[in-house]
């Protein structure tokens, strides 16, 4: 049976299946979004949503040991267990509860899904003026019985003059598929300042439908750090909104993919008001028959003059059975802005292994010292020292080189 | 050290080394000199293992071990050393890390341990000294931005650091000016030892009047067409290259 059978079936359960009736009336009138939808014509959900998914959890014991495995094992963590909060940390001035106000937010059929039927996730709030010294981990672990959706829906609050940086992964634990429809809302109030990184370094039973929105007051300040290092299925949709003048807003990622893996990486960047900046830059390596796709769109709107809008993306593809497709979007209805776009896609530079090859290093340590330096510049944006070299850490695995500098 | 036997190499079927022989002893300094084109490049090229040159026949026995036979990195592991006439940018890679590296895998196939930090970090210092670096210079990104002057002096940088057995020098000249050439030259001539050697590719004796050769070859054509000593180079400069090419022209064919 289909996931839509799978959740139909769900539904008819019970009225209390659905905790928002318009949101599921609108998945069901859009259904999941095919290739012939603009936004998702080089990413086929079909395959995916052919699978057999539960949607009640069945969730198998997941050990502290697990838990510890499975993270970065930093002081603060919340850490969700098949869909329950397990543990979560005190800090001062940051208040973490349960995600009980389901806020009807959505913007098509995936979300729609997620406000419909999602039970969990978590709420955020930092107080105004408090600034968070240790980064926060959040973790949502899944270990079940059988293929199932998992469905969490996320609300961050960081209060006047306040800042908190957060690791987050999604990860399942065995080898049954597990598909993750996360939504997550931020709000920046002013001069509020996050930095949100997302280390997604999956086996190939993880399949991540992401849906963020930083929605961002006056001069507040945002970093997202995507580094997708694996995974069958990701896509990641970034959505920012500048509601206020003097914003920055922040995309870096780092997506290595081999095998079969497949990532999209959405981004929205949305300026509507004037003197603000934005900085994306996005970094592809392929190699296997792995693919990728990366959509940046930004929409520089009439009041949002003198904004500064600035989106990269280079890939490299290191097989010839791998693929990237690549769609820079700009679009702009004010005068007085500075805006640039550039989408590279190329091999290794050969001169380059050569140089390298006269000076002792080998043919294979070359390319990856190559490889893991052209992901360098967004790489290095990660302000967290443990967490950049947990990062490059994995790329030496990834790339099964020694990167011992 | 280096005995090259009847050397013939091309690119896409056209034949650019048409039998060099060469030999060069430890302690030895030789400059190969040579009017544009006549295959100064595409020698130190085949020497260090560009697998764009397609070499046809002949030998170029290192220690008694044929070079050809050997991956370009191997060559650097015996202590082969090219300094390139235009050095590659890496960008990512600092020139610290760089060499790191480059010490790091040498260190590995000789069966040692990575050179400790502090007694690395010693070393790049001492050298920078001898070649007159400013101390940002080790952060910077590989030949990243660099002018011309300062990718020539990271190549010699990486020379000093390297300690190979032979050092090719393409055109280390080129793009030097007058003060940064007597750094660079100075550099090399502390760096030669009686158990190493240097080969100096340079279109002019300029940077013969630094680096002081023992030997001096006339390449032309794809020929070494005159050996001499180091009175050769101020006759090259004196009176050209035609009087000699003619000759030799006549003996093979232009």
Redesign the interface.
């Known amino acids: 049976m289909g996931l839509l059978e799978k959740i139909e079936q769900y539904t008819n359960r019970g009225t209390d299946k659905v905790s928002n009736k318009t949101a599921y009336s609108k998945f069901i009138d859009l259904g999941f979004p095919s290739v012939k939808n603009e936004e998702w014509k080089y990413t086929s959900l079909k395959k995916i949503i052919s699978n057999n998914f539960e949607i009640e959890n069945q969730g198998e014991e997941i050990t502290d040991q697990e838990i510890k495995n499975n993270s970065l094992d930093l002081d603060n963590k919340v850490v969700f267990l098949n869909g329950e909060l397990y543990q979560k940390p005190t800090i001062s001035g940051v208040k973490i509860e349960k995600n009980i106000d389901l806020s009807p937010k959505y913007n098509d059929a995936i979300t729609a899904l997620n406000a419909a039927l999602a039970k969990n996730g978590y709420n955020i709030t930092v107080s105004e003026n408090t600034i968070v010294d240790k980064p926060l981990e959040i973790l949502f672990l899944t270990k079940n019985k059988s293929e199932n959706l998992a469905q969490y829906r996320n609300e961050i609050i960081v209060k006047k003059n306040s800042s908190i940086k957060i690791i987050e992964q999604v990860k399942n634990l065995n080898n049954n598929l597990c598909f993750s429809n996360m939504f997550t809302n931020i709000n920046l109030e002013e001069k509020a300042i996050i930095e949100f990184n997302k280390l997604q370094n999956n086996n190939e039973s993880q399949i991540i439908v992401d849906n963020t929105n930083i929605n961002q007051e006056t001069g507040s300040n945002s970093t997202f750090n995507t580094l997708l290092f694996g995974g069958l299925f990701t896509r990641n949709n970034l959505n920012f909104s500048q509601n206020g003048e003097r914003c920055e807003s922040n995309m870096n990622g780092v997506v290595i993919l081999d095998n079969s893996e497949f990532a999209d990486n959405h981004t929205y960047m949305d300026h509507l008001k004037a003197n603000c900046e934005s900085n994306e830059l996005y970094k592809g390596i392929y190699l296997g028959k792995s693919k990728g796709v990366f959509n940046g769109k930004i929409m520089v709107r009439p009041d949002a003059q003198k904004i500064n809008a600035f989106q990269a993306n280079n890939n490299l593809l290191l097989s010839d059975d791998s693929s990237i497709n690549s769609k820079p979007q700009l679009e702009i209805y004010a005068d007085d802005v500075k805006c640039s776009h550039g989408c590279t896609i190329g091999q290794l530079?050969e001169?380059?292994i050569?140089?390298?090859?006269?000076?002792?290093?080998?043919?294979e340590?070359a390319k990856a010292?190559?490889t893991?330096?052209?992901?360098?510049?967004a790489l290095n944006k990660i302000s967290i020292p443990y967490l950049y070299d947990v990062a490059k850490d994995l790329i030496s695995k990834k790339l099964n080189v020694d990167l011992?500098? | 050290m280096l005995k090259i036997e009847n050397l013939k190499a091309g690119v896409d079927g056209v034949e650019i080394l048409k039998g060099i022989n060469l030999s060069v002893n430890s302690g030895e300094v030789h400059a190969i000199m040579g009017p544009n084109g006549s295959g100064k490049s595409t020698l130190s090229s085949v020497i260090a293992g560009d697998e764009t040159f397609e070499v046809s026949s002949g030998s170029v026995l290192f220690d008694d071990e044929d070079l050809l036979d050997l991956d370009p990195d191997q060559r650097a592991h015996k202590g082969v050393f090219l300094s390139f006439q235009y050095p590659v940018e890496i960008p990512g890679i600092s020139v610290s890390n760089f060499i790191k590296a480059a010490i790091t895998e040498k260190r590995k196939v000789l069966g040692l341990d990575p050179m400790p930090a502090k007694d690395l970090l010693g070393k790049m210092r001492e050298k920078m000294d001898l070649l007159n670096m400013k101390p940002g210079y080790l952060s910077r990104n590989m030949n990243e931005g660099f002018s011309g002057g300062e990718k020539k002096r990271n190549e010699i940088f990486q020379m000093a650091m390297l300690e190979p057995k032979l050092a090719i020098l393409d055109e280390t000249d080129s793009g030097l000016d007058i003060d940064a050439l007597k750094v660079v030259a100075n550099g090399v001539n502390k760096l030669k030892k009686s158990n190493n050697a240097t080969i100096v590719i340079t279109h002019y004796q300029r940077l013969l009047d630094y680096i002081v050769p023992d030997y001096v070859h006339v390449l032309h054509n794809g020929r070494i067409i005159k050996s001499g000593g180091k009175e050769l180079a101020h006759k090259l400069e004196e009176k050209g290259y035609d009087w000699i090419t003619k000759l030799a022209d006549e003996k093979w064919g232009s």
Do not use: E, H, Q
Request: net charge negative.
């Open positions: 530079d001169d380059a050569f140089y390298m090859n006269t000076r002792g290093i080998s043919k340590d010292i190559l893991y330096a052209f992901a360098s510049d011992s500098f």
